[in-house]
């Protein structure tokens, strides 16, 4: 087998500037002519066995030093200039193999700076992204997704319409349904629209949880939905027909930027008063005062789930007949949010929401089970929080489907209000969390998944803290 050669005419040059020789000194000293160590700094001649020996027993060159390949920074300075920053700049294969060769120390401090680039780029998004949410846009900000537009516009705004509430009342009125709503939503649909409800298996309906078909003037329901989000479709449904005019002012008044974002919102709006038509203000308001606010209670006396009982209590803020102002934050098993809502609006500024030390991360542990916590701002602020995971669309036994898990909070000033206080531990058992990683600046934080954009890393070689990223 022909040996491999090895070509380190960029290494040679480094080795005889280092040791200040002139090509004419260091090639008498290997016993070679100038010419050919100039054709080997070029490679375009390899290094023999004999020649890396003198090396070594002359320079003091180990041969593994000699055979080192930039490997490691060619795939970096890949990396680097597959940015699209630098796309158009991108250099050949060999090209990034020259530069790495030649200028090793100069391939470093160019990769150790777009690393830089990108950290501060990352921290600046974050930063960018808790302004927007806090109403203070920066021209940093990129193009939206119409979800995230409709997402930051209801987050923002206090999770209370009163046009829907007047209108559901109303709607409560014309149905009088009595202990079966679900059944008075039916027949309502069929009277006044001709539309006919039909639950539908899996195979049939494999990709929806509701449809509607114009022709047949039938709405199909996926049997994947418990009895209680197939009352909110329903529910949903006759809310979008009888209160169109409503819904649409409510869409107007939110400013939205393009259709999509409308649509989008006249689903939310949707939702919402379907909610209104299962939980009535005063009934659920009255009933939730006199349970102290507990979910359990309030989710078997109004037949919904435990999810649309937690949701509900969100948008308890009528004009002199309020509730206590509760918030929601729903997160997958991954820690994604994907639902936000508040009776002021979601306290991002004050609560965050996107600690990893929040009960609601915990919950997933124990399904089912309702966890009770005071957790305290770095500002001070302390909020009571009640996590619990929640029942999602049922899956086939070879399917893995998403499971979510909810959070309730609200001002600790309320604890005395909200049956849920009296679990709360003793004092001095308040949980520290920051609004997220990336804006606190807790130190020694076991749970820190990010450092914060407010201060420097520390880099200190003889120093490692609790954190996976240590700051200054």
């Not at 320079?59 to 920053?85: H, N, T």
């Not at 990769?111 to 927007?132: F, H, P």
């Not at 987050?155 to 059944?183: K, S, T």
């Not at 909070?409 to 049956?419: H, L, N, R, T």
Request: hydrophobic residues 45%; neutral net charge.
């Amino acid at each position: 087998m022909a040996e491999q050669k090895i070509f380190a005419g960029p290494r040679i040059r480094r080795i005889r500037n280092a040791k200040g020789l002139t090509q004419t000194a260091m090639a008498e000293g290997l016993g070679i002519s100038p010419s050919y160590l100039n054709l080997i700094e070029r490679n375009q001649r390899p290094l023999t066995v004999q020649l890396i020996l003198r090396l070594a027993s002359v320079y003091k060159v180990e041969p593994d030093e000699l055979q080192a390949q930039a490997g490691g920074s060619i795939a970096a300075l890949r990396e680097m200039f597959a940015d699209p920053l630098l796309a158009g700049e991108l250099p050949g294969e060999q090209e990034l193999v020259e530069v790495a060769e030649a200028a090793p120390n100069a391939a470093a401090a160019m990769i150790k700076l777009y690393r830089a680039y990108r950290e501060q780029a990352e921290r600046l998004s974050d930063l960018n992204e808790l302004l927007a949410r806090e109403g203070r846009g920066t021209a940093l900000s990129g193009a939206r997704l119409p979800m995230d537009e409709v997402h930051e516009v209801f987050e923002r705004l206090p999770n209370h319409h009163p046009a829907l509430e007047e209108e559901a009342e109303a709607f409560i009125r014309v149905l009088e349904p009595g202990d079966d709503l679900y059944g008075a939503l039916k027949a309502w649909l069929k009277r006044e629209y001709g539309i006919t409800v039909r639950v539908l298996p899996v195979a049939t309906m494999p990709n929806w949880r509701r449809r509607y078909d114009r022709h047949s003037q039938r709405l199909f329901l996926s049997e994947r939905l418990s009895p209680f989000d197939q009352l909110r479709e329903v529910a949903m449904e006759a809310c979008l027909m009888r209160m169109s005019v409503a819904i649409a002012a409510g869409i107007a008044a939110l400013k939205l930027s393009s259709d999509e974002a409308r649509r989008l919102a006249r689903f939310e709006l949707g939702r919402y008063a379907a909610h209104a038509l299962m939980m009535p203000y005063q009934p659920f308001l009255a009933a939730a005062q006199r349970a102290r606010y507990d979910v359990d209670v309030l989710r078997s006396r109004f037949s919904v789930s435990f999810e649309q009982a937690a949701n509900r209590l969100t948008m308890l803020q009528r004009q002199g007949s309020a509730g206590v102002p509760f918030f929601m934050l729903e997160v997958d098993n991954a820690g994604h949010p994907f639902r936000k809502a508040g009776s002021a609006g979601f306290p991002h500024s004050r609560f965050g929401g996107g600690c990893p030390k929040l009960a609601v991360h915990a919950s997933f542990t124990q399904p089912g089970q309702i966890f009770v916590e005071a957790v305290e701002m770095p500002d001070g602020a302390e909020f009571l929080c009640v996590a619990r995971t929640l029942e999602g669309p049922q899956g086939a036994f070879n399917e893995r489907p998403r499971r979510t898990a909810l959070l309730l909070g609200c001002d600790i000033a309320y604890k005395d209000e909200v049956v849920y206080g009296a679990a709360l531990p003793g004092a001095g058992s308040v949980t520290p969390v920051g609004p997220a990683c990336r804006l606190c600046e807790r130190s020694g934080c076991l749970s820190r998944a990010a450092p914060p954009v407010t201060r420097p890393l520390g880099l200190d070689e003889m120093v490692t803290g609790l954190s996976a990223f240590d700051f200054q």
